[in-house]
């Protein structure tokens, strides 16, 4: 059984130290909610550990089934069996979505498929989805809506079966109907024994899912791991009771924050 | 000097051909006219007479010094061109486009590659002489390597010619800190009852893109090409299956 674990991860964006030693580990069959106030490091621990360039380790180690894969580049990574679902994914002009998606299935699998069962696979993935066919052929996500960006993510994890996947704000952009189609592939998925580590603002999404185990993330750290009444907890009252409870000082998000809004990276816009 | 009377779709090997060319167009049905092997220092001229669509594909992998290509366009015609530039090292292509009667036009798309230490000016200029007439450039560029490539040219409305329009838009994706791409859309309109538009955009490759692709198991060297790929694609609809398959093979050799 595959162990994604980390140890005490630092990570800087910019010369901005943003997390500040996390620990955790997730192993597969888990589905882990990752909470916490905005600006706090949730999507720069997702980041880091996909290896993206722009988050820095500067401290610590993550390793994937015993394997160290602190240095590795993204694409070794995703090769390994870990997946990022972006919070905003990037519109590619010119690279045809099923190129796309078949060259990341072959760059992930031993053996190559053949164009025939790629197709298959395509499609039953698509139906999956319930994402209309042609968006499988047009650029990748150039012109795609909100929510049509999210299903094109979840369609990715479908077609790479990974180990791990990550899965950062999948429900924000998306309809009633389509955070339905999206938890029910999720939850599809965990049956099968995939491993899940979630971002989300909204309760909701976990009522759907429901994830065995929650974390949460405060300046940078996690300075709670526990069961799953976490999230109804912080959903009703808020991260208030980890000051009065554990003696944490939630810092405020700086001034240049107010930029800030739903669909936006808050690390992000707070480095600019 | 050759003078060659084109009535039908034909694959031209321009290295038969004289220095200097002229192509008179007289087809009825809209043809195509495929030039390939093209020489190092060449002439060519298409006078496309009333009412003729003439689709003009050009394909060049070769060494090419200097290429001038000029056309006028008669009433009702149209000149829809496809060039694939991946020519190697010194080269100055000019291309000079003369809208001369009404409702003539020209569409023009052109990408092209550069690498090593190649060193590309390309200049595409439409000079719209009548009412009614409609012109669009498209000039996309990828450059590598320590290579330089320019691409400017002139949209030039002359006084009276109501009504027309023109667009041009040049981009160019910087691949390599030694390399060096400009674009110089200009426009210059005499006339007030006009459409017309001009954009640049010069830049490096993205690392959202980059690691977007990446993350899902492409290689570096895969993302790339097929950034590359990409961004060259929308000139592959000008040729038939094999030249798109040469055009294929030279993006992969150079990713």
């Given at each position: 059984m595959a162990t994604l674990k980390i140890k005490n991860l630092h990570v800087e964006v910019e010369g901005k130290e943003i997390l500040k030693g996390v620990n955790v580990s997730i192993s597969e069959g888990e589905t882990v909610a990752l909470l916490g106030p905005n600006g706090h490091g949730k999507s720069t621990l997702l980041n880091a550990i996909m290896g993206h360039p722009r988050y820095k380790i500067t401290q610590g180690s993550i390793y994937l089934d015993d394997i160290d894969i602190t240095n590795l580049t993204p694409d070794e990574r995703a090769r390994a069996g870990l997946f990022l679902a972006l919070q905003n994914p990037a519109e590619v002009p010119g690279v045809i979505n099923s190129d796309f998606l078949r060259a990341a299935v072959n760059a992930t699998r031993e053996e190559k498929v053949s164009t025939y069962k790629f197709y298959k696979m395509l499609d039953s993935a698509v139906k999956e989805v319930k994402m209309p066919f042609d968006l499988a052929?047009?650029?990748?996500?150039?012109?795609?809506?909100?929510?049509?960006?999210?299903?094109?993510?979840?369609?990715?994890?479908?077609?790479?079966?990974?180990?791990?996947?990550?899965?950062?704000?999948?429900?924000?952009?998306?309809?009633?109907?389509?955070?339905?189609?999206?938890?029910?592939?999720?939850?599809?998925?965990?049956?099968?024994?995939?491993?899940?580590?979630v971002?989300?603002?909204?309760?909701?999404?976990?009522?759907?899912?429901?994830?065995?185990?929650?974390?949460?993330m405060i300046n940078g750290k996690i300075v709670l791991d526990g069961g799953v009444d976490l999230i109804k907890r912080i959903d009703q009252t808020g991260y208030e009771f980890i000051k009065t409870e554990l003696g944490i000082s939630?810092?405020?998000?700086?001034?240049?924050m107010n930029e800030v809004s739903i669909g936006s990276c808050a690390v992000k816009d707070a480095i600019k | 000097m050759n003078k060659v009377e084109i009535r039908e779709s034909k694959y031209i090997d321009c290295s038969l051909l004289d220095n200097e060319s002229e192509f008179l167009v007289l087809a009825k049905e809209p043809i195509k006219l495929t030039l390939l092997n093209l020489k190092e220092e060449c002439k060519l001229h298409f006078d496309v007479i009333d009412n003729v669509?003439?689709?003009?594909?050009?394909?060049?992998?070769?060494?090419?010094?200097?290429?001038?290509i000029t056309a006028n366009i008669g009433e009702n015609a149209k000149i829809l061109t496809y060039f694939a530039d991946f020519s190697k090292e010194q080269c100055k292509i000019d291309a000079e486009i003369n809208l001369n009667?009404?409702?003539?036009?020209?569409?023009?798309?052109?990408?092209?590659?550069?690498?090593?230490?190649?060193?590309?000016?390309?200049?595409?200029?439409?000079y719209h002489n009548s009412p009614l007439t409609f012109g669009k450039?498209?000039?996309?560029?990828?450059?590598?390597d320590n290579s330089r490539l320019l691409f400017s040219g002139t949209s030039h409305i002359i006084k009276g010619s109501h009504k027309s329009t023109?667009?041009?838009?040049?981009?160019?994706?910087?691949?390599?800190?030694?390399?060096?791409?400009?674009?110089?859309?200009?426009?210059?309109?005499?006339?007030?009852?006009?459409?017309?538009?001009?954009?640049?955009?010069?830049?490096?490759?993205?690392?959202?893109?980059?690691?977007?692709?990446?993350?899902?198991?492409?290689?570096?060297?895969?993302?790339?090409?097929?950034?590359?790929l990409g961004y060259l694609k929308p000139i592959l609809v000008g040729f038939d299956e094999d030249i798109q398959k040469q055009i294929d093979a030279i993006i992969e050799e150079n990713k």
């Open positions: 052929t047009r650029s990748l996500n150039e012109g795609f809506s909100g929510g049509e960006k999210k299903r094109n993510e979840i369609l990715q994890m479908l077609l790479l079966e990974p180990k791990i996947a990550m899965l950062d704000e999948i429900d924000s952009g998306l309809d009633v109907d389509a955070i339905q189609i999206v938890a029910d592939v999720i939850k599809q998925e965990k049956e099968k024994g995939r491993g899940f580590l971002i989300s603002h909204y309760a909701r999404l976990f009522d759907l899912i429901q994830p065995t185990r929650a974390i949460v939630i810092e405020k998000e700086s001034s240049n | 669509f003439l689709q003009l594909s050009i394909f060049s992998n070769n060494q090419i010094k200097s290429l001038k009667k009404e409702q003539a036009t020209c569409e023009w798309h052109l990408a092209s590659l550069t690498s090593g230490l190649d060193n590309k000016q390309i200049a595409v200029s439409i450039i498209d000039n996309y560029g990828v450059c590598k023109s667009h041009q838009n040049a981009k160019i994706m910087v691949f390599d800190q030694g390399a060096i791409g400009s674009a110089k859309p200009i426009l210059k309109i005499d006339e007030n009852d006009i459409e017309a538009s001009h954009a640049a955009v010069v830049g490096k490759i993205s690392d959202e893109h980059l690691f977007y692709l990446t993350s899902r198991g492409l290689s570096m060297d895969e993302a790339k090409s097929l950034i590359t």
